[in-house]
């Protein structure tokens, strides 16, 4: 099946530096992926919509300058957590879906904010 | 509009059992309704999927079961094993590649050996 490479899958960072995602959709081309966190024992809460070429579409609630997304190519989304803190500790997971619908995640990124 | 309910919050199964987890939607013009499996630290993973022009979907243990009118669907778990422990998410939304899904709570399935 198709699949989508989230790296890295653990981060520890420091209080106030910057810490970057990649999300890539190995076999298919993603014109749109999505960006998700995830708090332990609850669903995805979608954070951003990213589409290629243009400027993400944020969730009400989150914050554009903290959470920065980049989608360069068709195989490639970016979420960069700016100024980190402790509370922005969590499990952020990416997904794209193909021609058809089927969505496909990448395996999470647990960042951990000291 | 963009709701999904997902129930139960959990449940337990004993090996060889069936497991039956059902999601409610409430907009319409959805016509895409996957169901996800994670384990813990990993990310969900695609386990199956209905279209409304079909009632119900089979895949080796797995089955969707699609009421259109009820605007309801399900997952039956067949011969559930102790590997099956996950949590469960359905999902709905519009088929396109560029709309967002929307995800039931979630169920956390355990299966006793």
């Known amino acids: 099946g198709a699949v989508v490479s989230q790296h890295p899958s653990r981060v520890i960072c420091k209080s106030g530096t910057s810490v970057k995602i990649e999300c890539r959709s190995l076999?298919?081309?993603?014109?749109?992926m999505f960006w998700y966190r995830q708090f332990p024992k609850q669903s995805l809460m979608l954070m951003a919509t990213?589409?290629?070429?243009?400027?993400?579409?944020?969730e009400q609630g989150v914050e554009k300058d903290k959470f920065l997304i980049n989608h360069a190519s068709l195989t490639l989304s970016t979420l960069t957590v700016t100024s980190a803190h402790p509370e922005d500790s969590s499990f952020y997971i990416c997904s794209a879906r193909r021609q058809g619908g089927e969505a496909f995640f990448g395996q999470g990124t647990r960042l951990t904010v000291v | 509009q963009q709701q999904v309910k997902q129930s139960p919050q959990s449940l337990i199964v004993q090996k060889g059992g069936i497991s039956i987890i059902n999601c409610a939607y409430e907009n319409t013009a959805f016509d895409y309704f996957p169901w996800y499996q994670q384990f813990p630290g990993k990310g969900p993973a695609l386990l199956i999927a209905?279209?409304?022009?079909?009632s119900e979907k089979k895949e080796g243990r797995f089955t969707i079961s699609f009421n259109k009118s009820a605007k309801q669907f399900s997952l039956h778990i067949m011969d559930s094993q102790p590997g099956d422990s996950a949590t469960y998410f359905c999902?709905?939304?519009?088929?396109?590649?560029?709309?967002?899904?929307?995800f039931g709570e979630g169920t956390q399935l355990t299966v006793n050996p």
């Open positions: 076999d298919f081309q993603a014109t749109t």
């Open positions: 990213s589409n290629e070429g243009s400027k993400a579409t944020y």
């Open positions: 999902a709905a939304g519009r088929e396109t590649s560029g709309s967002r899904l929307t």
């Open positions: 209905i279209r409304p022009d079909v």
